[in-house]
């Protein structure tokens, strides 16, 4: 033994330099792999696979017929008119609701992205089965403007920025630490509220709303009517909805002026940021969109993108109760950034109940999901029912 060496006892072993090399490159490799698997599924798989979402929801203060007062709910189109990308979302809609009967038609804004999109909103419209009462709906944000989707960091950067400085946090501090603190905020704000893209132009809400109406889906633009004053046999309940919140001039006490007090109402809303009106302790039941369920949906994170301001992350999409209200979400059939994670494209059937009937004693959600070649399958849980198939 060489002088000046130490013996230890222990076998020498070869330099493990190139083998853990290896290993770092191989994981690296795979979990770039998995990465790109999953944007492909995100971009080219999730944002196809609509599915149709049953729920049962008990009002009371009103008599509704025995089978229930039946409402597809539609939400968020999103359409450009990329045929490539919303002719199949258009054929799976109609291959879930085929033969479906029901009462309203309710479409709780975004309906396009861009003007040129109208031409398939209108094919879809052309071609849902007839509501026995009527087709109505709201303006969402998107249907005012068009979004440049490149200025999104920069201009996500600038609410971050204006945020923190409204709310007193600015300067975040000097030196690394200052700098840590803000990268930190900065990416609870990204997870917690939403990406936001800078307005590029308008879009013809004048157009939207003439082409729309002409269709038979007129626009609740800060308005309520009567059911049962367009049909004898519909229920004296009314239906009422608002302005988009952003972009739009929402007036809830504007909407809910004809009501008298008392009577229930049913209030659609692009946006559910309405919970937080003082005069929502009028409405039974809000039914909205915006939230695309999250669109973005990551482990461990519950809701991603999207989440209206008064909610809970948890609560970006589905039925819920809030102060009271009655309140259902709808995930929404397209996407301004064309990924989905973990909040498929939904259309909803709700339907509406007396809190004495039976089936108002479990609240039941029963989503089905149609794959691209249309065969319908079960998605998820039921609770209280077997999968559906």
Do not use: C
């Amino acid at each position: 033994m060489d002088e000046g060496t130490e013996n230890t006892g222990l076998p020498e072993r070869p330099f493990a330099g190139p083998r853990l090399l290896g290993a770092t490159l191989a994981g690296a490799g795979l979990l770039a792999g998995l990465g790109t698997a999953l944007a492909g599924y995100a971009l080219l798989w999730e944002p196809f696979r609509v599915r149709l979402e049953r729920i049962t929801i008990p009002l009371d203060r009103v008599e509704l017929p025995p089978q229930g007062l039946r409402i597809l709910h539609l939400s968020d189109f999103h359409f450009h008119g990329m045929d490539r990308r919303e002719r199949p979302k258009i054929r799976q809609v109609l291959r879930l609701i085929q033969g479906m009967e029901y009462d309203l038609l309710v479409h709780t804004g975004d309906f396009l992205e861009r003007d040129p999109g109208l031409e398939n909103v209108l094919t879809l419209l052309r071609a849902l089965p007839r509501p026995r009462l009527g087709a109505f709906g709201v303006l969402g944000n998107h249907d005012y403007v068009s979004y440049a989707l490149r200025t999104t960091l920069r201009f996500t950067w600038q609410s971050f920025r204006a945020r923190e400085a409204q709310e007193g946090r600015l300067p975040w501090g000097p030196g690394l630490s200052g700098r840590l603190r803000m990268l930190l905020r900065f990416s609870q704000y990204i997870l917690h509220r939403h990406l936001d893209s800078a307005p590029a132009g308008a879009n013809d809400t004048v157009r939207l709303r003439r082409e729309l109406e002409r269709h038979g889906l007129a626009i609740l633009h800060n308005q309520a009517l009567r059911l049962d004053q367009l049909h004898p046999q519909a229920p004296r309940l009314w239906l009422a909805g608002v302005d988009d919140h952003r972009y739009g001039r929402p007036d809830l006490p504007r909407a809910l002026q004809p009501v008298p007090p008392g009577d229930p109402v049913a209030l659609l809303s692009h946006n559910p940021d309405v919970l937080d009106d003082p005069h929502m302790d009028r409405v039974q039941l809000l039914l909205a969109g915006h939230t695309h369920g999250g669109q973005i949906r990551l482990p461990f994170l519950e809701r991603g993108q999207h989440v209206a301001d008064p909610l809970a992350r948890r609560h970006a999409a589905g039925y819920f109760r809030h102060r009271g209200v009655h309140v259902y979400i709808n995930q929404g059939l397209g996407e301004g950034i064309p990924l989905r994670l973990g909040a498929p494209p939904t259309v909803s059937l709700i339907t509406l109940v007396g809190t004495g009937d039976p089936r108002a004693a479990t609240l039941r959600r029963r989503p089905e999901a149609v794959r691209r070649n249309g065969r319908l399958r079960g998605a998820w849980k039921a609770v209280g029912l077997p999968r559906t198939r």
